[in-house]
């Protein structure tokens, strides 16, 4: 596509209740990352993928997080038993470089804010 | 450790006047260094970045930064605010290359008065 699209741009949920977020990168890039950003902060990084592999995983706060790209495209990050403090953009983004050769030039897309009641 | 300080949240200028984001950086090796922008409902775009060539970087829209080492900062300005530059701007730092080790600071909102 013509930039990063995220699904879906606004979701309110329960307490308790799992989400899925979805993340369609630009067409061909071969990298990809998940990012949290809380109210008044920067994006934090999550976790990113070259082509279908999760290479890093190490910003997943915990185990009730996941992420997958399983064709090396769209990628789903899910959350389980949704907690408040689970409230926040999440941001994905993309880049046609591998991670290890990317020198920091990501595009984003407009993020998925997420609300646990 | 790798961090970055921005030092005001929020900064508002006159349609024509200056624009400077401050922003100071923590880092054990040479950092890269990066300003993005984000437009209300955009995505986050990246304006310009320093990865060790020369110290004065220009961007798109007419941004520049100066990386100086001996401050540990990398100032974003612009000699002359648009209407279009309101948007929150961020710093970010990566002291060990890779995408995956950008570190981003808080934002700085930029309001800019007609």
């Known amino acids: 596509g013509a930039g990063v699209s995220q699904s879906p741009r606004y979701k309110v949920t329960k307490r308790g209740q799992d989400v899925a977020l979805r993340c369609d990168p630009i067409s061909g890039h071969v990298s990809l990352y998940w990012y949290r950003q809380a109210l008044g902060q920067g994006p934090e990084f999550l976790t990113y993928f070259n082509y279908e592999a999760q290479q890093d995983k190490s910003g997943l706060p915990n185990d009730r997080f996941s992420a997958e790209r399983p064709e090396g495209s769209i990628s789903t990050l899910t959350i389980q038993r949704t907690e408040q403090r689970d409230s926040a953009m999440y941001r994905c983004?993309?880049?046609?470089?591998?991670?290890?050769?990317?020198?920091?030039?990501?595009?984003f897309g407009e993020g998925s804010r997420l609300t646990v009641l | 450790a790798q961090s970055v300080t921005q030092l005001d949240s929020h900064v508002s200028v006159s349609e024509g006047t200056p624009v400077l984001l401050r922003c100071n950086y923590s880092?054990?090796?040479?950092?890269?260094l990066f300003w993005y922008v984000q437009h209300p409902n955009k995505g986050l775009q990246l304006l310009l970045k320093y990865t060790s060539a020369a110290t004065l970087v220009k961007g798109i829209n007419g941004f520049e930064a100066e990386f100086k080492k001996s401050e540990t900062s990398f100032h974003l300005t612009k000699p002359s605010a648009h209407m279009s530059d309101a948007a929150e701007y961020f710093c970010v730092v990566s002291e060990r290359g890779g995408a995956n080790n950008l570190f981003f600071g808080t934002g700085t909102r930029l309001t800019v008065i007609p």
């Open positions: 880092s054990s090796y040479s950092p890269s």
């Open positions: 983004a993309s880049s046609w470089r591998p991670v290890n050769l990317n020198t920091g030039e990501l595009f």
